[in-house]
Structures are given as C-alpha cells and as structure tokens.
C-alpha cells in the first residue's frame, strides 16, 4: 500500500501479526527508510514476562530516538474493575520536535495507509513529541475508558 513517497514494507506488516496473534513482541517500532521509499521495522522487542506491561511501557520510552520519527505498536494488558482482562493493540506516533520537517511530512502523510494496513490496530492513538506526553496511567485511562483497575 503506498503512502506519499513510498510504500508499507511486508515485513513490517508480519511483525505486527505476529505481535497481534503469536504475542511473540512486547512492542514494535515502525519507521522509514533513509530513502523516504518505505515504512518498515526499525525495532522489534522480544517478549518478557517477568517485567510488568508497565514496566515494559518504560522502557519504550527510554528507548525512543530524539531525532527521527516512529510509530510504535504497543499491546496495553490490563484487568477491568468488573473482572476479566484486556488486551488492545494501539499505534503511538512519536514525532520529536528534533525530526526533520520531511521526516514530520512524511511520517504524517503515512499514518491513514499504515493502520489500514495494520488491521487490528485500537481506534484510540497517542500523538507525543515528547517523553513527558506518554504517560502510562493516562494513556491506559483513555484506552480502557477508565475501566481498567488503577485508574
């Protein structure tokens, strides 16, 4: 599926079912080329069980580039205050003022292609250019509109 000045890379498309279906990832992190010729997968981490979903939210943001542009898919787990658990997929868009304004034109320009293409991907998205805008209790009160326990 091609976006102003390129297309979505397939593998990045089959890390993201296999993060959707395997649960084999934590999260991904999508961006473009150096040639601006396609979004394709610029990080995957691999799954670890002993760090809370908390836990693993921050150490994605410790890990995000000051400079360039990502999307980043992140499963959010969480329990409901009536009972049961929740696991929804969300896209964040980081675009750090330091980015290049092509790198900001083309990252916004992809967003529309990449989750048609990321089918299953939540509704809900985060837009942060910086770190203090990625707060997890509140990101995790807008996806579970306030339904999940410590919130």
Known sequence: MAFLGGT???K???????????????FLFLGRREDFSAIETKHIEPKNDSLSNEEKFEK?????PKDHALYVIFSFAY???EGGKRDK???MSWVPSEATQKDKMVHASSKVSLKRKLEGVGEESVHASEI???DYTEILKDIS???????
Do not use: N, W
Request: hydrophobic residues 45%.
């Open 60 to 64: 994605l943001r410790g890990m995000l």
């Open 89 to 91: 997929l969300m896209m």
């Open 79 to 81: 329990e409901l205050k």
């Open 132 to 134: 203090s805008h990625l």
């Open 145 to 151: 509109k306030g339904g999940a326990v410590g919130v």
């Open 8 to 10: 979505i890379d397939e």
């Open 12 to 26: 990045a498309v089959e890390d993201f079912m296999k993060l959707k279906f395997g649960k084999d990832y934590d």
